[in-house]
């Protein structure tokens, strides 16, 4: 019954990208030629159940099959990881200056003979409180999932980013581009290999 289902359970836009760095490796290190890494990305970016992604990896060393993710069990970890990240990226500069102020006061402290006023109170303070209120004002209007979109939507431009220059690289060395291409002659070579399948579509901003 699990191989049924297996057979059957559609595969998400993270799995295929999974697998297309694991074939990418393999032409990397001689595994695959060039054609037969052209033929297993599009099968890559056109399957649509876990089953169909794994036969592109299963004569292939140091693989193993995709592993669909289980929501339930990860739901409440990732809201709470949610959550941290965003207040890291809220706080984290203020913390860095508390720091920083805390320490110039403490090597004054430590060598004037009197007491010294706590001054950095004064910067880290007010902005403490602006802080507090963007805090509870973020949390309310859900800006830890926001700002996780917002970080995945980078990450995924940059590995885009990434497998355009490899592209780029590839078709240099077959002779499909020339050395130094014009930026019309990197659209159209772009939009090919998009239709074709070997290069996803460059991601969207999240709404």
Do not use: C
Not at 191 to 200: F, H, M, Q, S, T
């Amino acid at each position: 019954m699990a191989d049924v289902s297996r057979e059957q359970m559609r595969a998400a836009d993270d799995d295929r990208r999974q697998v297309a760095d694991q074939l990418r490796l393999a032409l990397e290190e001689g595994r695959l030629d060039l054609t037969e890494y052209d033929e297993r990305i599009q099968g890559a970016y056109a399957a649509k159940t876990y089953a169909e992604l794994d036969r592109l990896l299963t004569d292939l060393p140091n693989t193993a099959p995709l592993v669909p993710a289980q929501p339930a069990a990860v739901a409440v970890p990732a809201s709470e990881g949610l959550r941290s990240a965003w207040l890291g990226h809220v706080w984290g500069a203020w913390a860095k200056a508390a720091v920083f102020f805390t320490l110039i006061w403490g090597v004054a402290a430590l060598a004037s003979s009197e007491p010294i006023f706590y001054w950095p109170v004064w910067i880290v303070g007010p902005w403490g409180v602006v802080l507090v209120f963007r805090t509870i004002g973020g949390l309310a209007s859900g800006e830890p999932r926001k700002h996780a979109a917002e970080a995945e939507h980078r990450r995924r431009l940059r590995e885009h980013k990434r497998d355009r220059k490899a592209l780029y690289s590839r078709a240099i060395a077959a002779g499909e581009l020339p050395d130094k291409p014009t930026k019309e002659q990197r659209k159209a070579f772009i939009a090919e290999a998009v239709a074709r399948g070997d290069l996803p579509p460059k991601p969207r901003r999240p709404q």
